[in-house]
C-alpha cells in the first residue's frame, strides 16, 4: 500500500477522474471563442487593437491601481518595472530566494545583482525582519551621492522586489514602509496573485510599481501576457513608451528615443485575457472552495492543528495544508503541502506523479544556481526549511 495512496485518492475524488490530474489548466467557458473570432476578423491580431485597450483598463479597474500597460509576459513586465524606478547595470535589488526564476532573471536583464534575503514561514515571501536588519546592518547612506550603499560591495541599492508566493501576500505594507525609509523603491512581483487582497487592498497596488502575469497556468491566462500596473501615471506613459519600441508618435515616420522593447502584448492574446477576466471572480471563488476542501482533508487526515499558516518552525508530523496568511485573502493560485522533511517530500512526489496526480516542489533556491552563487545572502533558513519541505498539489478549478 502506498503511504499517500489516501491522498491520492482524495484528490482524484475531488476531480472525479482516473486519468492524468495536471496541476494547474486553464479553464475556457466564457467568450474566449467569440473575442477570439472578433479579434480574427477585424485583423487587428497584433500590438494594436480593442482588446490591448480594453484590457488595461479593465485590469486598472479590477486591481484598483490608476494605470495599467499590458505586455507579452510577467517577466517582461518586471524588466521595464525594474527600469522604470531606476534600476541600472552595476546596482544592486533585494529580493527574495524562494522564487521563480523570472524575478531574479529580471533583475539581471538591468544588469544589475539580486541581493537574497529570508522569506517569513507563515507567508512564504520577503521577510520584514530580514529586510529591516539587513539595511540597518549591512547598508549605509552615502549623502554625497544619495544613494543607498551595500557596504560590502560599495554597490548601490536602487529597488525590492517582494513576490506573493503562490498567489499567498506577503507582509506588504511594512515592506513598503521599512524601504520608504530607506529611500528604496519598491516592485511588487504580483505574478501569482491576481485576486489576492491584503488589507482590502489588491497586491500588486502596496509599491511604486506592481506586475502581474497571464501565463497558461495561471489563475486567468491570456496564453502569454503580463501587465505592469501604478499609480504614478507618468511612469505608466513610460511604460508605454519603452514597450512599444521607444518609438515617437507619428502618421508615418519610423523615430525612436530610447533603446525600447518590443513588448506590447499583442490583440489577440488580449481577447482571450479579456474573456478571462470576465470569469476571474467565479475562478477564484471555486479557487478557494477546492482550498477548503484540501484544508478540511488534511486536518482531519492528520488528526492535529497543522492545517494552517505555518508561523514558527513548525515540523508537521506528516503533511499538512497551508492557508492563507492573517489580513490577506488569497487567490489560491497553487495549492500547498507542507511535508516532515525533504525525504517525505521526495516520497510524496514519487508516489503522486508515478501514480498519475501531478504534484511539484517548491523552486530550487536562487542561489543555488549557478548563475546567483556569488549574490549576497543572509541565512536564509526559513527558506531553506520550506525548500525541503513544500509541495504544490492540484489546483486546477472544478
Request: proline fraction near 3%.
Amino acid at each position: 500500500m502506498l503511504k499517500f495512496q489516501e491522498t491520492i485518492d482524495f484528490i482524484r475524488s475531488i476531480y472525479n477522474t482516473q486519468d492524468l490530474i495536471p496541476l494547474h489548466e486553464p479553464r475556457f467557458w466564457g467568450n474566449e471563442k467569440k473575442y477570439l473570432e472578433e479579434c480574427i476578423d477585424s485583423t487587428f491580431v497584433s500590438s494594436v487593437g480593442k482588446f490591448v485597450d480594453q484590457i488595461e483598463v479593465e485590469i486598472a479597474k479590477y486591481t484598483g491601481a490608476k494605470k495599467a500597460v499590458a505586455v507579452v509576459n510577467g517577466t517582461a513586465a518586471l524588466h521595464i518595472a525594474l527600469k522604470l524606478v531606476g534600476v541600472e547595470a552595476g546596482t544592486e535589488v533585494i529580493t527574495q530566494p524562494l522564487t521563480f526564476i523570472a524575478t531574479a532573471n529580471a533583475i539581471s536583464y538591468c544588469g544589475a545583482k539580486p541581493i537574497f534575503l529570508d522569506v517569513d514561514l507563515d507567508t512564504m515571501g520577503l521577510s520584514p525582519i530580514a529586510l529591516k536588519r539587513f539595511l540597518e546592518e549591512e547598508t549605509v547612506w552615502d549623502s554625497s551621492s544619495n544613494k543607498r550603499l551595500n557596504k560590502l560591495t560599495n554597490k548601490q541599492i536602487t529597488a525590492c522586489v517582494p513576490m506573493h508566493t503562490f498567489g499567498h501576500a506577503c507582509r506588504i505594507d511594512e515592506i513598503v514602509d521599512i524601504c520608504n525609509e530607506y529611500n528604496i523603491p519598491v516592485v511588487e512581483d504580483s505574478a501569482e496573485s491576481i485576486g489576492t487582497y491584503y488589507k482590502e487592498k489588491h497586491t500588486g497596488t502596496f509599491g511604486k510599481v506592481g506586475i502581474l502575469s497571464f501565463n497558461g497556468n495561471k489563475t486567468i491566462t491570456s496564453g502569454g501576457g503580463g501587465m505592469i500596473i501604478t499609480d504614478d501615471e507618468e511612469l505608466a506613459k513610460q511604460a508605454k513608451h519603452l514597450t512599444t519600441t521607444a518609438k515617437i508618435p507619428h502618421k508615418w515616420e519610423y523615430r525612436h528615443d530610447h533603446i525600447g522593447y518590443n513588448y506590447r502584448m499583442p490583440n489577440i492574446n488580449a481577447a482571450l485575457a479579456c474573456a478571462q477576466l470576465e470569469q476571474l471572480d467565479s475562478f477564484i471563488e471555486k479557487k478557494r472552495a477546492l482550498a477548503k476542501k484540501y484544508s478540511d482533508f488534511f486536518l482531519t487526515s492528520t488528526s492535529s492543528s497543522t492545517s494552517t499558516s505555518i508561523s514558527t518552525s513548525i515540523s508537521p508530523s506528516t503533511l499538512s495544508f497551508f492557508v492563507e496568511p492573517k489580513n490577506s485573502i488569497s487567490n489560491y493560485w497553487l495549492n500547498v503541502v507542507i511535508l516532515k522533511n525533504r525525504e517525505e517530500r521526495d516520497l510524496f512526489l514519487k508516489e503522486t506523479n508515478e501514480n498519475g496526480v501531478m504534484t511539484r516542489p517548491i523552486w530550487t533556491l536562487m542561489n543555488k544556481l549557478e548563475m546567483f552563487r556569488d549574490c549576497y545572502t543572509d541565512t536564509l533558513e526559513n527558506a531553506e526549511w520550506l525548500e525541503d519541505r513544500v509541495v504544490n498539489i492540484s489546483s486546477s478549478v472544478i
